[in-house]
């Protein structure tokens, strides 16, 4: 039997990247998924690809818009994956317009898409709610204070979930990926190509679907078994710091 036959699924950051990969994989398992984001034309195209899916067009940093795009939905499960990063200067050199930006959507998305979330669920009795973390959150690395900070908070309240709904029937996993090559780091650089494509080279970098491959074998699993954590690394990176590139 497929454990992911037909459950509902909510996938916010779902129009590229990391978010894209964990709906296609989802929708390929069975699920129907809700593709939320805040780029129409990017999810408009993504749900002509996948069958069963619909839009949710919403910003995570907006609790009301959140909360209108899944009233009236049974959610069985629940991806908060939308996130970003801008820049790697040191916090005292950085604009306090972006890394609001980074904690509204990183931190407050996460507990804006929690709060809208997990009441249903918790009143049936059954669901899953992934965080797609980073081991941002788990190290530091010089220039990335505020992601880095971002990503520890992800953590905490990953953690603190677990604790406040147990005994509820609702799962709660982390998958907390190292380097994974997507636009990430063009939003990162602000649109300099050349600089993010530099942060890959010579690098087999994790994918996208690395890492949808780590959320669906989470969530399938039976309803006994809760895998908790998952941390991904590339084969070439030690840490977050450390890191071997071929000399191509």
């Not at 907390?176 to 602000?190: A, H, K, Y």
């Not at 300099?192 to 494509?197: F, G, N, V």
Request: aromatic share 4%.
């Amino acid at each position: 039997m497929n454990a992911l036959q037909d459950r509902l699924a909510l996938v916010t950051g779902a129009s590229s990247g990391i978010g894209e990969a964990i709906a296609r994989a989802l929708t390929e398992a069975g699920c129907r998924v809700v593709l939320a984001a805040r780029r129409r034309d990017r999810l408009e195209a993504l749900a002509a690809a996948l069958p069963g899916s619909r839009v949710a067009l919403l910003d995570v940093r907006d609790p009301a818009a959140v909360a209108a795009a899944v009233d009236g939905l049974e959610l069985d499960l629940v991806v908060a994956n939308a996130g970003l990063a801008y820049g790697t200067e040191p916090v005292q050199q950085s604009s306090p317009e972006e890394f609001a930006e980074v904690l509204d959507t990183n931190v407050k998305g996460v507990l804006n898409v929690a709060r809208a979330t997990l009441p249903g669920m918790i009143e049936r009795g059954r669901g899953d709610f992934v965080t797609i973390g980073s081991v941002a959150g788990r190290q530091v690395y010089p220039g990335g204070t505020v992601y880095c900070a971002s990503k520890h908070a992800v953590r905490a309240i990953y953690e603190g979930l677990r604790l406040d709904c147990v005994g509820s029937g609702v799962r709660f996993t982390t998958v907390d990926p190292g380097m994974v090559e997507t636009d990430f780091s063009l939003v990162r650089f602000r649109g300099d190509a050349d600089r993010a494509k530099a942060v890959y080279a010579g690098v087999d970098a994790l994918t996208p679907a690395d890492v949808a491959d780590a959320v669906r074998y989470a969530v399938s699993r039976p309803p006994h078994v809760n895998v908790g954590e998952i941390v991904l690394w590339a084969s070439a990176q030690a840490s977050t710091t450390s890191l071997t590139r071929r000399a191509d």
